[in-house]
């Protein structure tokens, strides 16, 4: 089963890389609260045109370079709107 993300590209100044900031929220172990992390994702970006701010869904596939362990499935929508 691959693991398919969402998130919103935040920097597309490489060629054929985009970085892409994933947020998820949890319950803190002990007090309950909910916590915010990020974590920021190199992806390949494949045939498709990304633009900061875009919404997209990702997918792991196997290690394309150093960093790339992901690829973008769809550009969901776009985040001017």
């Known amino acids: ?3 398919t993300l969402d998130g919103i590209i935040v ?6 890389t985009a970085i892409v900031k994933i ?3 949890f319950p803190h172990p002990l007090y309950r609260k909910l916590i ?3 974590n920021k ?3 390949d970006t494949g045939t498709f045109i990304a633009k900061v701010g875009d919404k ?3 997918v792991e596939v196997k290690p394309i370079s150093k ?3 992901f690829k973008i ?8 709107a």
Request: hydrophobic share 30%; glycine share 4%.
């Open 67 to 69: 960093t790339k362990h």
């Open 1 to 3: 089963m691959k693991k």
């Open 36 to 38: 915010k992390k990020d």
């Open 41 to 43: 994702l190199s992806v």
């Open 23 to 25: 947020t998820r929220k």
């Open 11 to 16: 920097s597309v100044k490489m060629r054929k």
């Open 73 to 80: 499935l769809e550009v969901a929508k776009d985040g001017s």
């Open 56 to 58: 997209v869904k990702i």
